[in-house]
């Protein structure tokens, strides 16, 4: 039997993000007041106060904050894929955002690497944002 | 000051053969043991409990765990004026102290039991890849980052970048643990483990391999903390709690401010030396949660130990082993000793029994002030308690 990997449990603070993903846009939190952008928690930023905060398109390109390779899957839905990637990704605009990079190469990747979005279509429902290294 | 709130009483639950609890146990036998141990050692008993403290990750699903009244109920403890649940991940019973110490000092109760208890080991219930891709850890968790140990990995990385620590200066950490553990009969892993072993133990989530893990153990423990006043008249001679402090800042690794810096230890340690009016080198047992040797590195660093940066050569050649000059861990953490889900009460019950002188073979050489210092989370939570066998 195949096992199911993880679906998010998408609500209010997420929804435009995964929704986006279906159309190949990465999309996240802006905050008009202290011009920040974020997804979903507000702790690195300043806008805890922030009432005006708006859902924008961004460029979906970035750097690696840090990385893991995983090698002790996440659960039987993750074995076939080991070794791979987990990053936090530190977005031009700011904010970070952890999902996967994919490369062929998963020895040669650095923190401050650069990298840009790549959309994953999972089925209709879901696809998900992972990000490729930019030579 | 006759209010002054002090630890009189602890006790850990002995585990058998690779840290299980003997058959037949729960989580409330195990608890209940404790209890009687920590009470027995005191000269207490259940009947002069007015307050509670608890936490864990057993209980009844669905409406909520509610420990605290499952506890008093199954103990048979006669209403307590004060009871305390907090669950900020393994640092929470530091915080169970520190919130004990303001209850008693302001007169709302008068003795508080701290209590905790595990099967983990034994109901296999810990694995890498259980947690719901929920709130705003739903990004990581359809990643596939394998929690927790992927989430330290991260920090692990960046710290690795930032500061040039390397894989051996972890696996430093993890050989003077077990070195320890080796003089804890009570520890689950006490074969002596090389820098070699450490370095070829098999990856994880890089660049954290098996060496740099805790264990996965049953467990339990219980602290008593009551007046100076009432500790007067009792069997242990009163450790008094010089200082605390607490903070927290993320529940998902992404939303830690800096990867390379533990900033809410920094936080948290220094409100507690301020308060106690010690600082770092007035410290002579140093006990911090080691859920991963990388915590070890981040939490030396933060509290100000050394600089940050410096944890690499502040660990090397083993100064961190017994007989280096900076005691740390010395029950062999929860790297080697045990590591039920919720370590951090661990902590306190070591840094009690070295102040008392009760050791055994890994008794420090008189020691006088401990600062033990929880990590809960993925490094979410941090809780620092200053303890001394001297009142003033």
């Known amino acids: 039997m195949e096992i199911k990997k993880p679906r998010p449990t998408i609500d209010i603070d997420s929804k435009t993000y995964w929704d986006a993903a279906k159309n190949k846009k990465l999309m996240i939190q802006y905050s008009l007041d202290t011009k920040e952008y974020f997804l979903?928690?507000?702790?690195?930023?300043?806008?805890?106060?922030?009432?005006?905060?708006?859902?924008?398109?961004?460029?979906?390109?970035?750097?690696?904050?840090?990385?893991?390779?995983?090698?002790a899957p996440?659960?039987?839905?993750?074995?076939?894929?080991?070794?791979?990637?987990?990053?936090?990704?530190?977005?031009?605009?700011?904010?970070?955002?952890?999902?996967?990079?994919?490369?062929?190469?998963?020895?040669?990747?650095?923190?401050?690497?650069?990298?840009?979005?790549?959309?994953?279509?999972?089925?209709?429902?879901?696809?998900i944002p992972k990000f490729e290294i930019v030579k | 000051m006759d209010k002054k709130p002090c630890i009189v009483g602890v006790s850990d639950f002995p585990l058998s053969e690779r840290g299980r609890a003997s058959e037949g146990n729960s989580e409330l036998t195990i608890q209940k043991y404790c209890a009687e141990e920590a009470l027995d050692q005191a000269g207490l008993k259940l009947s002069d409990i007015d307050g509670i403290a608890v936490a864990g990750m057993w209980g009844v699903p669905g409406p909520g765990l509610m420990q605290p009244n499952l506890l008093v109920e199954y103990l048979g403890i006669k209403y307590p004026k004060w009871i305390e649940g907090t669950n900020i991940g393994g640092s929470?019973?530091?915080?169970?102290?520190?919130?004990?110490?303001?209850?008693?000092?302001?007169?709302?109760?008068?003795?508080?039991?701290?209590?905790?208890?595990?099967?983990?080991?034994s109901n296999?219930?810990?694995?890498?890849?259980?947690?719901?891709?929920?709130?705003?850890?739903?990004?990581?968790?359809?990643?596939?980052?394998?929690?927790?140990?992927?989430?330290?990995?991260?920090?692990?990385?960046?710290?690795?970048?930032?500061?040039?620590?390397?894989?051996?200066?972890?696996?430093?950490?993890?050989?003077?643990?077990?070195?320890?553990?080796?003089?804890?009969?009570?520890?689950?892993?006490?074969?002596?483990?090389?820098?070699?072993?450490?370095?070829?133990?098999?990856?994880?989530s890089s660049p954290l391999h098996?060496?740099?893990?805790?264990?996965?153990?049953?467990?339990?423990?219980?602290?008593?903390?009551?007046?100076?006043?009432?500790?007067?008249?009792?069997?242990?001679?009163?450790?008094?709690?010089?200082?605390?402090?607490?903070?927290?800042?993320?529940?998902?690794?992404n939303y830690m401010p800096n990867m390379d810096k533990l900033e809410i230890a920094t936080h948290s340690s220094k409100i507690a030396f301020e308060q106690a009016k010690l600082n770092t080198t007035d410290i002579d047992i140093t006990m911090l949660y080691d859920s991963f040797t990388i915590t070890v590195l981040l939490t030396l660093e933060a509290i100000g130990?050394?600089?940050?940066?410096?944890?690499?050569?502040?660990?090397?050649?083993?100064?961190?082993?017994?007989?280096?000059d900076f005691a740390l861990n010395t029950n062999g953490g929860g790297l080697s000793?045990?590591?039920?889900?919720?370590?951090?009460?661990?902590?306190?019950?070591?840094?009690?029994?070295?102040?008392?002188?009760?050791?055994?073979?890994r008794q420090l050489e008189k020691p006088v002030n401990a600062l033990c210092h929880g990590t809960g989370g993925v490094l979410s939570s941090s809780t620092t308690l200053i303890l001394s066998n001297e009142s003033n």
């Not at chain 2, 019973?93 to 701290?114: K, M, Y």
């Not at chain 2, 996965?216 to 009792?234: Q, R, S, Y």
């Open chain 1, 40 to 71: 979903y928690s507000k702790q690195l930023t300043n806008t805890a106060d922030s009432k005006n905060v708006e859902w924008r398109e961004v460029s979906g390109k970035g750097k690696i904050y840090s990385y893991t390779v995983v090698h």
């Open chain 1, 74 to 127: 996440a659960g039987p839905a993750f074995k076939d894929d080991t070794p791979y990637i987990v990053a936090s990704i530190e977005l031009e605009e700011g904010a970070r955002i952890i999902s996967n990079i994919i490369t062929q190469d998963i020895e040669n990747i650095s923190i401050g690497d650069s990298v840009k979005v790549v959309f994953e279509k999972q089925d209709d429902e879901f696809t």
């Open chain 2, 92 to 121: 929470t019973f530091l915080v169970h102290v520190n919130h004990a110490f303001q209850a008693i000092n302001a007169g709302l109760c008068e003795t508080v039991l701290v209590l905790y208890g595990s099967l983990q080991k």
């Open chain 2, 124 to 204: 296999m219930s810990r694995v890498l890849g259980d947690r719901p891709a929920l709130y705003s850890n739903q990004f990581e968790v359809v990643s596939g980052l394998p929690l927790p140990v992927g989430a330290y990995a991260l920090a692990a990385q960046k710290h690795m970048s930032t500061f040039g620590s390397t894989r051996e200066t972890l696996a430093e950490i993890a050989v003077s643990t077990r070195s320890w553990a080796t003089m804890n009969e009570n520890a689950a892993f006490r074969e002596p483990l090389s820098i070699e072993d450490a370095m070829q133990s098999k990856p994880i």
């Open chain 2, 210 to 253: 098996r060496s740099d893990c805790c264990l996965v153990t049953d467990g339990g423990g219980a602290v008593i903390i009551t007046t100076e006043a009432k500790a007067k008249n009792l069997k242990t001679k009163p450790i008094y709690i010089k200082g605390f402090g607490e903070c927290n800042s993320h529940s998902s690794i």
């Open chain 2, 305 to 324: 130990f050394c600089n940050f940066g410096e944890g690499k050569d502040f660990v090397r050649n083993q100064r961190t082993a017994p007989g280096g």
């Open chain 2, 337 to 361: 000793y045990c590591h039920p889900g919720m370590y951090g009460i661990f902590t306190i019950i070591e840094a009690a029994r070295q102040l008392w002188g009760v050791c055994g073979k």
